[in-house]
């Protein structure tokens, strides 16, 4: 078992930058893959970033891309997101995930590979 908890969301403005976190507990001597999605309300859970166990490989959604950075911390079994020039439609709830893995280059940004989730925390970008 992984356990996943978010920090670091809040209330911003646009054009203003927020870093969410990924605590990961359990099973830490395992290698895996991890990724961050979103949903805004009244609407479907949507791929945001993704990285590898080795950050070899990364995938980032076309309306993140240049703004958001993904990265791991694997001395503090943390994983982040590096959210830069915020816009009021990036407000939703962010969740981490993980995959547990056996192979240390490979990502997805299919939300049905991950094996667990965290519980999300809000980020909200006023205008």
């Known amino acids: 078992q992984v356990q996943l908890v978010e920090s670091g969301g809040g209330l911003v403005q646009a054009g203003a930058s927020l870093r969410l976190s990924c605590a990961t507990s359990g099973r830490t001597g395992s290698a895996y893959a991890t990724g961050w999605f979103r949903q805004a309300p009244g609407k479907a859970r949507e791929f945001v970033a993704a990285v590898s166990w080795n950050g070899g490989t990364s995938f980032y959604a076309d309306n993140v891309k240049g703004r958001f950075t993904i990265s791991r911390d694997s001395a503090q079994n943390t994983f982040n997101l590096q959210m830069n020039s915020l816009k009021t439609e990036d407000t939703a709830i962010y969740y981490c995930?993980?995959?547990?893995?056996?192979?240390?280059?490979?990502?997805?940004?299919?939300?049905?590979?991950?094996?667990?989730w965290g519980q999300g925390t809000q980020v909200t970008v006023s205008s």
């Open positions: 995930a993980v995959r547990i893995t056996t192979s240390p280059g490979i990502s997805s940004p299919s939300a049905y590979w991950y094996d667990y």
